[in-house]
């Protein structure tokens, strides 16, 4: 069976950029997955030395390790209009969203690997093959990417039995289990699935992403598309990555009346939750 084409697109910004576009980054990353991809582009978000970037993006390709570049303020204007938002329904985490969103929409491969510029793999195995044979086979299977390991380090301190519930898979398939729950560190996707106007739909579980009350976020979006039209994320059960960032550092300050309501909805989240594990299987799954 051919292997379908698949682009490696990766995502930096003024804290990245530098680590992102120097020599042999992006092909380490290639390696860590071991598998060739079509093409190897880079998105440059929200940096201050904007000439610096060029520079470095324009050597990068030279050299042949990336195919191309694109500054993501550039590209967005096209990636709204496919996937009918405005920069105003984006709002103040506009940059939590737009790189993604133009990932999703650049012209390539029928599949893309985002990847997040602080994301390395615990084992360096090819994840994204056999992931490809089952999003061929399965249309209810949306994503799939590799086991973050905080997730099972948050499951091994909680004592709450709902939670644990939570990691637990709808489905087993091969090396798989298969849930609800979208995170954008680092996912295998159809492109198509993603470039179209799915971005404006409601799931009270998805409220509990981050900034979730400053603004519907991208992983927040994917996430009530998916619980609403029951479509699933693929957890590679043996490959573990792990994210090297301080989470939560850069997030917008909430105001006070977004505090309230953040607390407000946080206690009904886990009410709710609490009562709805053990009936339904909408809630399974971060």
């Not at 084409?5 to 071991?34: I, M, P, W």
């Not at 029928?110 to 061929?136: F, G, K, R």
């Not at 398939?173 to 699935?193: A, K, W």
Request: glycine residues 4%; charged residues 25%; hydrophobic residues 40%.
């Amino acid at each position: 069976m051919t292997v379908p084409e698949v682009d490696l697109v990766v995502n930096c910004y003024e804290r990245t950029y530098q680590k992102v576009l120097s020599h042999g980054f992006v092909t380490a990353l290639e390696k860590q997955a071991n598998f060739k991809f079509t093409q190897k582009t880079v998105l440059i978000n929200n940096v201050t030395d904007r000439n610096r970037a060029v520079i470095l993006a324009q050597r990068l390709q030279s050299s042949g390790e990336i195919s191309n570049w694109f500054f993501v303020a550039d590209e967005l204007p096209h990636a709204l209009e496919v996937v009918g938002l405005t920069e105003k329904d984006l709002g103040r985490t506009i940059h939590y969203s737009d790189c993604a969103l133009v990932a999703v929409t650049l012209n390539g491969s029928p599949y893309i690997c985002y990847w997040d510029a602080e994301v390395v793999l615990v084992q360096h195995n090819n994840w994204i093959s056999e992931s490809l044979a089952l999003l061929e086979k399965r249309r209810d299977v949306l994503v799939a990417n590799p086991q973050w390991d905080r997730e099972l380090e948050a499951l091994s301190h909680t004592k709450r039995p709902w939670i644990r519930r939570r990691w637990q898979p709808l489905e087993t398939v091969g090396n798989f289990n298969l849930c609800y729950g979208f995170s954008d560190q680092l996912f295998l996707v159809r492109r198509g699935d993603l470039a179209k106007p799915i971005y404006k739909e409601f799931h009270i579980a998805s409220f509990r992403y981050p900034m979730s009350q400053i603004n519907p976020i991208f992983e927040q979006r994917i996430d009530s598309y998916m619980r609403n039209h029951g479509l699933l994320r693929a957890i590679v059960k043996t490959t573990f990555y792990s994210h090297l960032g301080d989470d939560g550092v850069s997030h917008p300050s909430m105001t006070i009346k977004e505090r309230i309501r953040d607390t407000l909805w946080r206690r009904i989240l886990l009410r709710v939750m609490a009562l709805v594990f053990a009936t339904s299987k909408k809630f399974n799954c971060t």
